[in-house]
């Protein structure tokens, strides 16, 4: 389940572009053009993050003075 959910997650942002209009990417041979930013690459890998199970505990976005208040916290490192 969290691999097929992994998976599609991954896909659906790899055509995005083909499913919505966009001046960027509007079909296989432009899209194949934007993603190798080097023609001798012939290989290219998705990334995806944070890589975490779907039944995982839910994370917040925090604005920098938070991230760093609790980088400094001391009771965050125990």
Same mark, same amino acid.
């Given at each position: 389940e =969290?691999? +097929?959910?992994?998976?599609?997650?991954?896909?659906? $942002?790899?055509?995005?572009?083909?499913?919505?209009?966009?001046?960027? +990417?509007? =079909?296989?041979?432009?899209?194949?053009? +934007?993603?190798?930013?080097?023609?001798?690459?012939?290989?290219?890998?998705? $990334?995806?993050?944070?890589?975490?199970?779907?039944?995982?505990?839910?994370y917040?976005?925090?604005?920098?003075?938070?991230?760093?208040?609790?980088?400094?916290d001391?009771?965050?490192? =125990?």
């Amino acid at each position: 389940e =969290d691999l +097929n959910h992994l998976i599609s997650t991954t896909m659906s $942002g790899c055509t995005c572009c083909l499913r919505f209009p966009g001046q960027l +990417n509007s =079909d296989l041979r432009k899209l194949a053009v +934007n993603l190798i930013p080097f023609p001798h690459l012939h290989f290219f890998m998705v $990334g995806f993050a944070p890589l975490t199970s779907r039944g995982s505990q839910a994370y917040s976005s925090l604005t920098a003075p938070e991230l760093t208040q609790q980088m400094w916290d001391a009771k965050e490192h =125990d």
